[in-house]
Every structure is written in structure tokens, then in C-alpha cells.
DNA sequence: ATTTGTCTACGAAAATGTTCGTAAATAAAT
DNA sequence: ATTTATTTACGAACATTTTCGTAGACAAAT
């Protein structure tokens, strides 16, 4: 059967999203400390929003323990690139090349960086033929 | 004196900056014709936004002829670096080597794109000696 | 001149996202 | 055992964005 296509993430479900890639599956306390960090949130908003996400499939959670563990339903790179899609449509017209080319002319990248990318380059050259 | 920030524009705002990266300076009309052909939504709703965009101030109009020309107060480049920056802080914990790997990787691009990023990418190394 | 159409302005409803207070259950501390 | 702290669930307030109906000004068509 077809595979479930889930909601794009607001910006408050990608902050959480994001400590989730970082530090794996995660109770809403450790999660809610490290939103803290950056913004001043109450608790239970932090809570709200990652049921909430529950809801609607972005996250799993093991609620076995009184206290719940939520985890990401989906890869990071899978909804990195439904979100780079999305962005490029709204912003870049559905050019990727011309975000790729923003991204890179905008940004100062080290040596190894460049030549990552330059590695990448070689190879998406190599399987066109 | 300092130059005034602009908020970020909204998903609707982005569609109509769009058309407008695209056309040039528009009447309302003819913005509204370009975006119904995408979805429908009622002309008064592409004015009301429009207007909103010119308080906000990401947009200028000329209101000369009963007819207002609009267009917008950045320059495309200044609006998507802007954006692509933050969307790389949401998405991307601030990596723009990481978007630009994964933007890379996910699309399939033309010989003649990856020579212009290959070109971008030697001019880059130069700059740094 | 009168009607018909097009435009802006305004305001408010509808939809979406965010915030948090309160209550109930459970666990931990005293 | 009782108090204190932690956790989930729920609901509602608040904020932001999107939508569009209505009215008034002006222009075009008849």
C-alpha cells in the first residue's frame, strides 16, 4: 500500500524535530530543556505540540513508562528533502540549481567543504554516462 | 541610517513576490490571473494581501492611475538569501554545506549545471588564497 | 445619463498555529 | 501517610495568516 504522506512540519514541531535528529528518542522533558535554551517556552506548550505531532504522524512514542518517548516517524533526510522541495517550489520556482547556487555563493565554505561537493559533482558526472 | 528589516513574507506573500520576480511591476489583476492558475482564491483576497505586503513594506506601488502597480522593495537575491538563511537555521542547525549536499544530491542536474556550480566552486577556492 | 464593470479600502470571519492554565494520575520525597 | 514534584491530557485563549463580502469611487459601455 501507498506509504501515508505526512503534513509538512510547522516551525515549532522542526525545533523539536531537530533536537530529536541530534540526540535521539527523547522524553518531552529533556526536549523541553533544550528549547529552553534558545527560547523561553512554558512546558506545556512544549508538551501540546509534540502530542499534537503525535497526531498527526510526525512522531512516535513508546509510552510504556509514565514518562512518554517520542521519536521521529520519519527519517531526517526524508523530511529534509520533502522540505528542500517545498522550499525550492514556494522561493526558487522549482529551480534547485538556483538554490544550490544561492546557498553556495552566499555562504563561505571551507576547503573541505568545497571539496566534498567537488566529490559529489564527480560523481553525479560519472553516472550520467 | 540603518536599512529597515523587512519580515519574512508568508507562503501567499511568496506566491505573489513570484509572479512579481517574474513579470515585473503588476496591477493586482494581473497577479490574481497568474495565481488562479495555479488555485483558486478570489480576487479580493489577492488585494487584501498585496496590501498587507505594502504596510509590511515588502512591496512598493505606484497609485498614479486608479489602477496601483506593485513591486517588490528587495531585490529577488536579497529576499531568497534572507530566506535561505533561514530556513537552513530551522531545517539544517545553520549548515548551508548540508543543504546544499542534500539539494545536490536529491536533484538531477544537467551537465551545464554542474560545470556553472563546478565554476562557482574553483572561483570560491581561489578567493580564499 | 444610466447602467455595468473594475478598482481600492475596510472589516470581519475562518483557518491555522502557538501558548499556557488547570486538573487528574502517578511517582518521589519527607 | 502525607506532602511535594512530575507527567499527561484537555481545553481554551491568543496570535497570525488567509479568505472574502460589502461598500464606495471611478471608468467604460450602452
Redesign the interface.
Known amino acids: 500500500m501507498a506509504k501515508k504522506s505526512l503534513p509538512k512540519p510547522t516551525?515549532a514541531e522542526?525545533?523539536i524535530l531537530?533536537v530529536l535528529w541530534?540526540n535521539g528518542p527523547s522524553s518531552v522533558r529533556f526536549i523541553h530543556e533544550q528549547l529552553s535554551q534558545e527560547k523561553e517556552v512554558g512546558y506545556t506548550t512544549t508538551l501540546k505540540i509534540m502530542q499534537i505531532m503525535a497526531e498527526k504522524g510526525l512522531l512516535q512514542r513508546n509510552t510504556d513508562q509514565r514518562t512518554h518517548i517520542y521519536y521521529p516517524a520519519l527519517e531526517k533526510?526524508d523530511t529534509?528533502?520533502q522540505?528542500?522541495h517545498d522550499?525550492?517550489a514556494?522561493?526558487?520556482?522549482g529551480s534547485?540549481?538556483q538554490?544550490?547556487?544561492?546557498?553556495?555563493?552566499?555562504?563561505k565554505?571551507s576547503?573541505k567543504?568545497?571539496q566534498?561537493?567537488?566529490a559529489?559533482?564527480e560523481k553525479?558526472?560519472k553516472k550520467?554516462h
Request: no cysteine.
Open positions: 516551525e522542526l525545533a531537530q541530534e533526510e529534509q528533502k522540505l528542500i522550499f525550492v514556494s522561493a526558487f520556482k534547485a540549481m538554490l544550490v547556487m544561492q546557498a553556495l555563493g552566499n555562504h565554505a576547503d567543504e568545497l566534498e561537493i567537488k559529489l559533482i553525479m558526472e550520467d
